[in-house]
């Protein structure tokens, strides 16, 4: 957790890699978080401004290489997210970006990252992934799905192609996954109603 309400934004340790690095002003909560712990790498979900915004100050402090999707590399690296038009893009434009930071491995469906699997689940960013653990049902889904008031899909505005994520939305429900972690919210140990509301 790396805001006020709790789960609002949520960075992962996965083993000795951390998925995710919420907003440049979790700099310091994180960094007091990771310290004396062993990281060998960096991890993330997709290239929006609260998930990267840490990741600079985070491979810098720990000399660990940054990972992600490998069609939203280019984004981090420049520190340019990719949003959808009209209103979102004027959001977007308006808030603070993040110190960019170059991608050194762009991780495609399949890859490996920590005993997880990447899923390539586009829509919303060009590039988003989602890492599962098939053997305990464990999905890390970013920002696929949000749980913060309610469950369900992150608002259409601030997404790349809102239908796509429908999509990525119902293929991940169909793992039934057994414990869900989110970008934003809580976590959730209920694949029937992440099913549901996919559906």
């Given amino acids: 957790m790396l805001g006020r309400p709790p789960h609002l934004v949520n960075a992962y340790l996965v083993e000795d890699v951390l998925v995710d690095a919420g907003t440049p002003a979790a700099r310091r909560r994180l960094t007091r978080q990771l310290d004396g712990r062993r990281l060998a790498a960096h991890v993330v979900t997709h290239a929006h401004p609260d998930h990267f915004g840490a990741s600079h100050a985070v491979c810098d402090r720990y000399g660990v290489p940054l990972w992600a999707g490998r069609k939203d590399a280019e984004a981090i690296a420049t520190a340019t997210p990719v949003t959808g038009s009209g209103f979102a893009a004027a959001v ?35 590039g988003h992934i989602a890492l599962w653990r098939d053997h305990d049902g464990v999905l890390l889904c970013g920002d696929v799905f949000v749980n913060v008031l309610r469950l369900g899909a992150p608002p259409k505005f601030l997404s790349y192609d809102d239908v796509r994520n429908r999509d990525a939305m119902r293929r991940l429900a169909e793992l039934r996954p057994k414990l869900v972690l989110f970008g934003h919210g809580p976590p959730l140990r209920d694949p029937d109603r992440l099913r549901r509301l996919a559906g």
């Fill in 92 to 126: 977007v434009s308006r808030m603070r970006m993040p110190a960019p930071h170059p991608v050194t491995r762009g991780l495609v469906e399949g890859d490996e990252v920590a005993g997880f699997t990447v899923l390539d689940v586009p829509g919303h960013s060009p």
